[in-house]
């Protein structure tokens, strides 16, 4: 990624089109300028940068579960299943509502849509777990790892200039300078949604690491990652302009936050009910 360069444009934006909803008003001229091929050629072979930086993202999310998992005297080998769970899922509920939301072919190797694959995968671990009869503790440590992972494997987004939305000179804007990007020309810098949520989540690890070692009853931290990243999503909407609206002047993935924030509050105080006590068994010993 290159340094930030001079991006040459009009001076005559709304704040609408510097990305910020309409509050305030930020002029900058220095925007973001990434040069980068959205796809590196090994001789035939082409990788695509969005690929590599999921799979990084996954790797990496993975050794951090494992260093809190293990610092906790849990078997680490449950983990790798649910990476491969969590990865599988991830991509094909992430594609299947894409496409629900933005129509196209269902086999794509361009356009996931979060939401959906964090309920699929959801979905899949609750199953995994409770066949295999795991303790909470292992949805925990994949907690962990998860906003690491997601902060890593977004940098794909950027490079592709995915999730772009309206023009803009904000200092947060992104130049896709490759003509190969999906953005609609190389010569301006737009709003960029996949670097927010690059941001987004990399808040979300910092908060989750200064309470890991607070949050005793198993079950919570997932509940707290979730719900940050619902909070933050919605949120982030009234800044990105790439999913359609649905009502009351709220996105497709807005309804879809407060909707699963809704049961993420559910699960957390159904999770402390349960395990209050089990937490006063273990503070009444000598």
Do not use: C
Not at 63 to 72: D, L, N
Not at 164 to 180: H, K, Q
Not at 221 to 248: C, H, I, Q, Y
């Amino acid at each position: 990624m290159r340094g930030r360069d001079l991006a040459h444009l009009p001076n005559s934006y709304t704040p609408q089109d510097w990305g910020l909803g309409g509050v305030g008003l930020v002029t900058s001229l220095a925007v973001i300028t990434i040069g980068i091929d959205p796809e590196i050629g090994l001789g035939p072979v082409k990788l695509a940068w969005h690929g590599l930086t999921i799979a990084a993202g996954i790797a990496l999310g993975a050794v951090v579960a494992g260093r809190w998992a293990r610092r906790r005297g849990m078997d680490t080998d449950p983990l790798f299943t649910m990476a491969a769970l969590v990865a599988a899922a991830g991509l094909i509920g992430g594609r299947i509502f894409y496409v629900i939301e933005h129509g196209g072919p269902l086999l794509g190797t361009r356009g996931f849509t979060f939401d959906g694959g964090v309920i699929l995968a959801a979905v899949v671990l609750a199953a995994y777990a409770r066949r295999s009869g795991m303790s909470a503790r292992y949805l925990d440590a994949g907690a962990v790892g998860l906003p690491l992972g997601v902060a890593i494997g977004r940098i794909g987004d950027v490079i592709n200039g995915e999730h772009y939305g309206p023009r803009s000179d904000f200092f947060l804007a992104v130049r896709n300078s490759n003509p190969d990007a999906l953005t609609p020309n190389p010569e301006f810098a737009y709003v960029n949604g996949g670097l927010y949520e690059v941001l987004l989540a990399s808040l979300i690890f910092a908060v989750m690491w200064s309470l890991r070692d607070r949050l005793r009853r198993p079950g919570e931290l997932v509940w707290l990652v979730l719900g940050l990243f619902s909070a933050g999503r919605f949120v982030l909407f009234f800044v990105r302009s790439d999913s359609p609206e649905l009502g009351l002047g709220l996105s497709n993935t807005q309804w879809t936050s407060l909707a699963l924030l809704v049961l993420i509050i559910a699960g957390w105080a159904l999770t402390t009910r349960r395990a209050a006590p089990q937490m006063q068994g273990l503070e009444s010993r000598p």
